[in-house]
């Protein structure tokens, strides 16, 4: 049995296909962890979304035979998905149909649904001002073309008695019945600016006039900082189906790629038996958080806003009051990977090989690329595939493109569909990611960041050959945290730490020093490239970056083609 005089923090962290619960104490250890796999139809998720996190709540409480009187704060991360309910709370459907804004268990549109195309574009070609702070162009996986897509389908009667939440606000809704929204939300998805607040101008010009009529009640007007306490807490309903304290204190909430830089971007390293001292908030503006998985958002904080085409932000108070965030992003990189290896003829062997010699696909492939490297006395992977070019957007650029027309393209091809092809193919994946990261790193730093060091969590963080391959490409060290995977959730329990001090008398000292205290230990990997593959990597940049206006070109000029 715990001791009573132990206090846990529950971070609750809501992906695109599942709900996990973690249950953490004050020095980052996680004491339990438990999932529950999300129903999703094509492009919506279940608003049921509430009853999968209790299940994972109780089995977490119920692991760790922890008290749930010791449990003193709940934080919640989740994807950039919008929810939409009555203002009664009751969930509306926002599948296209009859039963459009309706009652109805279908009412949160995930952030990959692509149906807001032509919103998109009535938005960015408005020019406004608030364009400014998402990199010049609004996403269509953002929430406001979102929503003027549901205003465009939606019977007039049936979308003014909706209420819009980004998905980590509509969890602490859920939680504590407050409408409080978070700045985290409200900045980076809605086109909130903290200065100013809404923009009555550009809702108006867009079309979006019944929310302006409305002052704004429906997308919220009392906002917080990540972690400030919401409404009183847990309700006694939401308590009951958690199996927690009713008034146990809810942070307010964050995107989960944030939660994922909250749980990283503090953490100390060791090295040669010793740990590297605590640093000041200040430190944070130089390192850049990358969460990697299925897709990469690239993070980096400044005590200034820091304006980057292509790059969305500044977001001021998205994490740290007072503080601006941008936010670079790759579309496809986990998926990239996945995407080469399971395509190519050679897969099945591979698979083979890896079976039998009870091995993942990854080491196999590695053991191939060095078996190459070594017959063909090259120095390193960078020379054995010296004269291939990748350039990965088969998923259109998020950053710093901000293009949703790239594509993939791939030269140096063989007639060769053998194993070793395929480790070679596999090697130049690899190598885009890295380039395409220098290539967000390097545009983030000429707009006035100074970034210095990369901090990676996500599925990826344990691929050895791509943290190698990233620490010699953008010349800087790679921290790594103890477990790829918690960094996310373990993010979102330090807000339910933050949210148990009242009125804290400086609110980011206070979350920087949760952070520090509860970042677990993290390894680095620093650039270790000889001078020939320096010298490579740098053509092969150069390379890259020429593509990008190659391609550009000729889509022009066959563009101009098929227009005529």
Same mark, same amino acid.
């Given at each position: 049995? !715990?001791?009573?005089?132990?206090?846990?923090?529950?971070?609750?962290?809501?992906?695109?296909?599942?709900?996990?619960?973690?249950?953490?104490?004050?020095?980052?250890?996680?004491?339990?962890?438990?999932?529950?796999?999300?129903?999703?139809?094509?492009?919506?998720?279940?608003?049921?979304?509430?009853?999968?996190?209790?299940?994972?709540?109780?089995?977490?409480?119920?692991?760790?035979?922890?008290?749930?009187?010791?449990?003193?704060?709940?934080?919640?991360?989740?994807?950039?998905?919008?929810?939409?309910?009555?203002?009664?709370?009751?969930?509306?459907?926002?599948?296209?149909?009859?039963?459009?804004?309706?009652?109805?268990?279908?009412?949160?549109?995930?952030?990959?649904?692509?149906?807001?195309?032509?919103? !998109?574009?009535?938005?960015?070609?408005?020019?406004?001002?608030?364009?400014?702070?998402?990199?010049?162009?609004?996403?269509?996986?953002?929430?406001?073309?979102?929503?003027?897509?549901?205003?465009?389908?939606?019977?007039?009667?049936?979308?003014?008695?909706?209420?819009?939440?980004?998905?980590?606000?509509?969890?602490?809704?859920?939680?504590?019945?407050?409408?409080?929204?978070?700045?985290?939300?409200?900045?980076?998805?809605?086109?909130?600016?903290?200065?100013?607040?809404?923009?009555?101008?550009?809702?108006?010009?867009?079309?979006?006039?019944?929310?302006?009529?409305?002052?704004?009640?429906?997308?919220?007007?009392?906002?917080?900082?990540?972690?400030?306490?919401?409404?009183?807490?847990?309700?006694?309903?939401?308590?009951?189906?958690?199996?927690?304290?009713?008034?146990?204190?809810?942070?307010?909430?964050?995107?989960?790629?944030?939660?994922?830089?909250?749980?990283?971007?503090?953490?100390?390293?060791?090295?040669?038996?010793?740990?590297?001292?605590?640093?000041?908030?200040?430190?944070?503006?130089?390192?850049?958080?990358?969460?990697?998985?299925?897709?990469?958002?690239?993070?980096?904080?400044?005590?200034?806003?820091?304006?980057?085409?292509?790059?969305?932000?500044?977001?001021?108070?998205?994490?740290?009051?007072?503080?601006?965030?941008?936010?670079?992003?790759?579309?496809?990189?986990?998926?990239?990977?996945?995407?080469?290896?399971?395509?190519?003829?050679?897969?099945?062997?591979?698979?083979?090989?890896?079976?039998?010699?009870?091995?993942?696909?990854?080491?196999?492939?590695?053991?191939?690329?060095?078996?190459?490297?070594?017959?063909?006395?090259?120095?390193?992977?960078?020379?054995?595939? !010296?004269?291939?070019?990748?350039?990965?957007?088969?998923?259109?650029?998020?950053?710093?493109?901000?293009?949703?027309?790239?594509?993939?393209?791939?030269?140096?091809?063989?007639?060769?569909?053998?194993?070793?092809?395929?480790?070679?193919?596999?090697?130049?994946?690899?190598?885009?990611?890295?380039?395409?990261?220098?290539?967000?790193?390097?545009?983030?730093?000429?707009?006035?960041?100074?970034?210095?060091?990369?901090?990676?969590?996500?599925?990826?963080?344990?691929?050895?050959?791509?943290?190698?391959?990233?620490?010699?490409?953008?010349?800087?060290?790679?921290?790594?945290?103890?477990?790829?995977?918690?960094?996310?959730?373990?993010?979102?329990?330090?807000?339910?730490?933050?949210?148990?001090?009242?009125?804290?008398?400086?609110?980011?000292?206070?979350?920087?020093?949760?952070?520090?205290?509860?970042?677990?230990?993290?390894?680095?990997?620093?650039?270790?490239?000889?001078?020939?593959?320096?010298?490579?990597?740098?053509?092969?940049?150069?390379?890259?970056?020429?593509?990008?206006?190659?391609?550009?070109?000729?889509?022009?000029?066959?563009?101009?083609?098929?227009?005529?």
């Amino acid at each position: 049995m !715990a001791s009573s005089k132990v206090s846990y923090y529950l971070g609750i962290d809501v992906g695109t296909g599942s709900a996990r619960a973690a249950l953490v104490n004050k020095d980052g250890t996680v004491l339990a962890s438990a999932s529950q796999d999300t129903k999703t139809w094509r492009d919506q998720t279940d608003h049921r979304i509430f009853e999968h996190i209790c299940i994972a709540v109780r089995e977490v409480i119920s692991q760790s035979k922890v008290p749930p009187e010791l449990v003193k704060g709940i934080g919640f991360d989740a994807t950039c998905s919008l929810a939409v309910t009555s203002w009664e709370g009751e969930p509306i459907t926002v599948t296209r149909g009859a039963q459009l804004g309706e009652p109805g268990e279908r009412n949160i549109i995930l952030w990959a649904d692509h149906r807001a195309e032509k919103e !998109a574009e009535l938005i960015n070609a408005t020019g406004s001002p608030v364009l400014d702070y998402v990199g010049g162009t609004i996403s269509l996986e953002m929430e406001i073309p979102k929503i003027l897509w549901l205003k465009r389908f939606m019977v007039a009667k049936r979308f003014e008695r909706c209420q819009f939440f980004d998905l980590p606000d509509f969890l602490t809704y859920r939680a504590t019945d407050a409408r409080t929204r978070s700045l985290c939300s409200l900045t980076c998805k809605c086109t909130y600016i903290p200065e100013n607040g809404w923009d009555r101008a550009f809702m108006s010009q867009i079309g979006l006039d019944v929310l302006v009529q409305n002052e704004f009640i429906a997308l919220g007007t009392d906002v917080l900082t990540a972690g400030k306490p919401v409404g009183g807490g847990l309700t006694m309903r939401a308590a009951e189906e958690l199996g927690l304290e009713p008034g146990t204190p809810v942070g307010s909430g964050v995107i989960d790629a944030y939660a994922g830089w909250l749980g990283t971007i503090a953490a100390r390293h060791e090295a040669d038996g010793e740990v590297s001292p605590s640093v000041s908030l200040d430190e944070s503006a130089h390192r850049l958080a990358a969460v990697a998985g299925t897709s990469t958002c690239h993070l980096v904080q400044s005590k200034e806003g820091v304006f980057v085409q292509g790059v969305w932000g500044p977001y001021k108070d998205a994490v740290f009051p007072s503080w601006w965030m941008n936010e670079g992003g790759q579309s496809s990189t986990g998926q990239l990977i996945d995407f080469v290896i399971s395509t190519h003829s050679a897969h099945q062997e591979l698979k083979n090989i890896a079976q039998n010699q009870n091995k993942n696909i990854h080491d196999a492939l590695r053991e191939t690329l060095e078996d190459i490297r070594l017959a063909e006395g090259a120095e390193s992977w960078t020379e054995v595939i !010296a004269h291939m070019h990748f350039y990965p957007d088969l998923h259109g650029n998020r950053s710093p493109i901000a293009d949703s027309r790239m594509r993939g393209s791939i030269v140096g091809l063989t007639l060769d569909s053998s194993l070793h092809d395929l480790a070679r193919k596999y090697a130049l994946a690899l190598e885009a990611i890295a380039l395409q990261t220098r290539h967000i790193i390097d545009k983030l730093n000429a707009a006035g960041h100074s970034i210095r060091a990369l901090y990676l969590s996500g599925s990826q963080a344990q691929n050895v050959a791509l943290m190698r391959l990233l620490a010699n490409t953008c010349n800087m060290p790679v921290v790594l945290p103890r477990s790829h995977s918690a960094s996310v959730v373990l993010g979102a329990a330090m807000l339910g730490r933050f949210a148990t001090i009242r009125d804290p008398a400086d609110p980011a000292t206070a979350l920087w020093d949760i952070m520090q205290e509860m970042t677990p230990l993290a390894k680095v990997v620093h650039p270790v490239a000889g001078d020939k593959e320096k010298r490579l990597l740098e053509v092969k940049y150069r390379i890259f970056l020429e593509s990008i206006n190659l391609q550009k070109r000729w889509r022009d000029e066959i563009d101009a083609v098929l227009v005529n």
